[in-house]
């Protein structure tokens, strides 16, 4: 092909037309990229970043919390007789789900045969009383006998000393000497048979009295199983099992009804290491860890929408450790008076459709009410950012601050005032910050007034 001059022209005509456009994009580009110089006098009139800040509040109403429970019974009673033998006589009362009083009589066992033991034994007390009566008879006979040949024995000894006498001047024979001392001898074996025969009857006597004790405790046992014929309630409650019927043979042991306490309630719940030790860090406390200081609870539950309450005290745990499954502690809250229901929120007026009472088997709410012996904070929850984190504007500058929260609570966060740069005059920010940055000024509103602080 033939390169004219023509050509050559053009192609360096398009040539130098496209150096020409490189370099004017090249100069725009470095326009570009260039930091842009404000004058000093112009960023001193830029706005500053505005803020919501509201001031860090002390805390002194303590610490509730919720959780869950069961209503379970205070204490449940078998209804065992003591004895055996055929019912003639069963309460009304004595019905599942009927309510019985405490000392009640439920039942009366056929007391034939034990009024019969009851006259059996009573005769055979007067026959030991009698026993003793003739020992103690035969005793005060041998007595007196016993006295008489003392006295006799005393003439037997007088008479003796006379005689020898005698027979030492020559007075008397030896033949009538040895007849004196052998009715001195005889005398004295009299005594000796007679006291042989009173510690007898004192030995008899002994046996007698043990016989005797043993028929008293004989009739005494006897009287009880007579009154044990009429099996009472051992306390009041509704029964929550029964069964037997008259005419019916019950054993001696076997329980024939149950009885639930209703005048006191118990409710199980869990709580865990940290809501225990807020408990464990109240005034009055002893440090125990089993027995709690008394502390107050509420116990509500719903119906339709109606929510009651209920007043408990939380005292011991229910146990001795932690579950193995859900790591909490398992507690026991005390109801004094499950009667005593009062209404929380409800649809009518007056309370016309409260429940009676807690029952066993409810699952209810409790907000535990403590009061742990230590300094608190509160701050808006809409202050509290992950991790903890929470932003000061006090004096007009972002602070960042790590803080150790103890609970939420309504929509306010409580958290240990253990950190010296904290203050209640202080103002924590609730409002979104950009990319905060420690020492930023910026410009504050309070969030309740919505008023510009001065700086």
């Known amino acids: 092909m033939k390169i004219t001059k023509n050509s050559i022209r053009l192609i360096l005509f398009q040539s130098a037309i496209s150096l020409i456009l490189l370099i004017l994009t090249g100069v725009v580009i470095v326009i570009l990229m260039a930091p842009k110089v404000v004058p000093k006098s112009e960023s001193s009139r830029l706005i500053l970043d505005t803020v919501e800040a509201v001031p860090i509040e002390e805390h002194h109403g303590g610490i509730d919390f919720r959780t869950d429970g069961e209503v379970i019974p205070f204490r449940q009673l078998d209804v065992v007789p003591e004895i055996a033998g055929r019912v003639i006589y069963k309460s009304e009362h004595c019905r599942l789900g009927h309510s019985v009083c405490l000392g009640e009589i439920l039942l009366r066992i056929d007391p034939t045969d034990y009024q019969h033991e009851l006259e059996q034994l009573t005769e055979a007390l007067k026959q030991a009383n009698i026993a003793i009566a003739e020992n103690d008879v035969q005793i005060a006979n041998t007595q007196k006998e016993l006295d008489l040949a003392a006295k006799q024995l005393e003439l037997r000894k007088r008479d003796w000393e006379r005689n020898q006498s005698l027979a030492q001047r020559n007075a008397i024979s030896v033949a009538e000497l040895d007849s004196v001392q052998s009715s001195l001898l005889t005398v004295e074996e009299t005594i000796q048979k007679l006291r042989n025969q009173l510690s007898i009857y004192e030995v008899q006597k002994n046996k007698l009295m043990v016989t005797r004790r043993r028929e008293e405790i004989s009739v005494k046992t006897a009287q009880l199983n007579l009154e044990r014929t009429e099996v009472r309630s051992p306390l009041g409650g509704i029964v929550t099992a029964d069964t037997f019927e008259v005419n019916s043979f019950i054993q001696r042991g076997a329980g024939v009804a149950k009885i639930l306490d ?30 709690f200081p008394p502390t107050p609870v509420t116990i509500l539950y719903e119906i339709d929408g109606e929510r009651w309450s209920w007043a408990g005290t939380l005292k011991t745990l229910d146990g001795g450790g932690l579950n193995a499954v859900t790591r909490m502690i398992p507690c026991r809250v005390k109801v004094d008076d499950p009667h005593l229901v009062r209404p929380v929120h409800v649809h009518g007026v007056g309370g016309k459709n409260a429940p009676p009472t807690l029952f066993a088997g409810m699952y209810v709410s409790i907000v535990v009410h403590s009061q742990p012996a230590v300094s608190l904070y509160r701050i808006p929850e809409k202050a509290l950012l992950p991790g903890n984190i929470i932003w000061t504007a006090t004096n007009g500058q972002l602070q960042r601050h790590a803080i150790h929260v103890a609970t939420t609570v309504e929509n306010n966060v409580l958290f240990y005032a253990d950190s010296d740069e904290l203050s209640p005059t202080d103002l924590v920010v609730v409002s979104p910050i950009a990319a905060p940055v420690e020492g930023r000024n910026v410009q504050v509103i309070n969030a309740g007034t919505k008023n510009v602080a001065q700086k």
Request: charged fraction near 15%; proline fraction near 0%; aromatic fraction near 14%.
């Open 262 to 291: 209703i005048s006191q309630l118990e409710i199980q719940c869990s709580l865990y290491m940290k809501q225990i030790q807020w408990i464990w860090r109240q005034s009055g406390s002893d440090n125990n860890g089993y027995i």
